[in-house]
């Protein structure tokens, strides 16, 4: 079946250092990809998506490159901030056989 | 429009009390899915829906029971809890398979 894998956290940054959390995935068919945060005490929230090989998803500063070739979505910001404090997901779903898939989710600190 | 609304907040349940989680969506969405979220496991799929009348079991279906008789409704039962289903529950709703998910808010349940 689908398999999303995020590398492990926590992830511990200073304030505007550049931020890379892997994403990988393993799928039937062509899935579409999304990075969701969830703040502290907080639901789900979505932060950029990709629908196809080579699109690339943007958002407050994130961004992710749909790579088919190497089956990634990795996300990165160039210069964090304390209030990115976070978990971040990473998160596969097909409209063919329709079984959404959520990696484990990686932690973020950012200090000061 | 409320999205997806979830309820209750917050539960405490004794080992063997049963009881329903309830949620809800206006967005007009075929596709809902409910979740659990545990410390460094991410969010596994326990139960979704493609359509009204049409259920299916995701990757930790025991324990728990769902039915969809209207598109917005989508209520998860426990049918004798147990202190292992001491978790975060999520529902989610989406309009097709590969698009975005909403999110409740959450429900978080203690079984004692």
């Known amino acids: 079946g689908d398999s999303v894998t995020q590398m492990e956290g926590p992830v511990t940054l200073s304030e505007e250092a550049f931020l890379t959390i892997n994403c990988t995935y393993t799928?039937?068919?062509?899935?579409?990809l999304f990075w969701y945060v969830q703040y502290p005490g907080e639901g789900l929230q979505l932060l950029l998506k990709a629908t196809k090989a080579d699109d690339k998803g943007s958002n407050k500063g994130f961004e992710a490159t749909y790579r088919k070739e190497t089956t990634s979505f990795h996300l990165e910001k160039g210069s964090v901030q304390v209030s990115d404090s976070a978990v971040y997901f990473c998160?596969?779903?097909?409209?063919?056989?329709?079984?959404?898939?959520f990696g484990r989710g990686t932690s973020l600190i950012v200090h000061p | 429009n409320a999205g997806v609304t979830q309820t209750p907040k917050f539960q405490v349940l004794k080992t063997g009390q049963s009881m329903t989680l309830q949620c809800a969506q206006d967005m007009n969405h075929e596709y809902m899915s409910w979740y659990r979220q545990d410390p460094g496991m991410g969010l596994r799929l326990i139960h979704y829906?493609?359509?009204?009348?049409?259920?299916d079991q995701g990757e930790v279906p025991n324990g728990y029971n769902v039915s969809r008789s209207t598109t917005e409704d989508f209520p998860l039962r426990l049918l004798s809890a147990a202190p292992s289903q001491t978790s975060v529950y999520f529902c989610a709703s989406q309009i097709e398979g590969d698009t975005e998910a909403f999110f409740g808010q959450g429900t978080r349940l203690t079984v004692v």
């Open positions: 799928a039937t068919g062509y899935p579409s």
């Open positions: 829906s493609v359509g009204a009348g049409i259920t």
């Open positions: 998160y596969l779903t097909s409209g063919g056989s329709y079984i959404p898939t």
